[in-house]
Structures are given as structure tokens and as C-alpha cells.
């Protein structure tokens, strides 16, 4: 399997700061391009609310904690030995996002964490790295 596009999802969670440096060292071994992804959507309320009432605004604040995530996930993919790193950041449904985005950027795989922050709402609606699963364009690699 040839890797020439890596794609890592993080929400800024544990478990995607796993994914993050799995991706980074893939993207290390293959001489590969990282491009490093969240999505708005995925952030808590709770979240949003606080940076929103210290930011001034909703929208303000889903900028910053996307650019604090995006931020720290490529320093963690640098430390690991990643060298050629791209960041975006959307806004909505994260599978749906990435699956999008997979499309488009052509990614051979996609690299996600087992469990992110909205544990209630994987219960409910189904877990980011399940509809991946089963509905990427390209190989994905799920990390406990």
C-alpha cells in the first residue's frame, strides 16, 4: 500500500492525540504529506459557551479552540517527526466532514481515535470512527 496523503482527525481528546502522533509517524516512515483536521461541531457546548462569553462571540470562539487544537496537534506531529504538515479546520458533522474532506484531498488513509470528547453522543448517534468504518473512501486506521 502506497501512503502519499495521511489524514488525522483530532478534537483535541487523548484519544486523538493518540491518532495524532500514529498518523504523524506513518507520515514519517512513507515521506508523507499530514494534513492534520477538526471540526467545530464536534466541540462542547459547554466549551464553546465559556471561550464565548470571554471571546465576545459564538463564532469568535469556535476559531480559537479550532486554531488552540489544530496548534497543538501539529507541534505533537512535529515532536514525532512529521515534516510535511497542513492543517484544516470546518464546521459541522465530523464524519461526515472527514469523509468529505478524504474525498477531496484524495487521502489513502485516514487516521482517527477509538473515542473522542462526545462520549453520550457516540452512544446515540453512532461514534465518529464507526461511520468512518464504514463509510470512508480509503483505508482507516482507528487507535485505542
Do not use: Y
Amino acid at each position: 500500500m502506497s501512503m502519499q496523503r495521511i489524514m488525522v482527525a483530532t478534537d483535541g481528546s487523548v484519544g486523538a492525540n493518540r491518532a495524532v502522533e500514529a498518523a504523524a509517524e506513518l507520515a514519517k516512515k512513507f515521506d508523507a504529506d499530514l494534513l492534520i483536521v477538526t471540526f467545530g461541531g464536534s466541540s462542547s457546548a459547554e466549551e464553546i459557551g465559556k471561550l464565548a462569553r470571554s471571546e465576545g462571540g459564538i463564532g469568535e470562539a469556535i476559531e480559537l479552540l479550532s486554531n488552540l487544537i489544530l496548534r497543538e496537534a501539529r507541534e505533537r506531529a512535529e515532536r514525532a517527526g512529521a515534516a510535511k504538515i497542513q492543517t484544516s479546520s470546518g464546521w459541522g458533522d465530523a464524519a461526515e466532514g472527514i469523509i468529505d474532506l478524504a474525498h477531496r484531498e484524495k487521502a489513502d488513509v485516514v487516521v482517527v481515535g477509538r473515542r473522542g470528547r462526545g462520549r453520550l453522543a457516540g452512544l446515540l448517534l453512532g461514534s465518529v470512527s464507526q461511520k468512518l468504518a464504514s463509510l470512508a473512501p480509503c483505508a482507516v486506521i482507528v487507535v485505542p
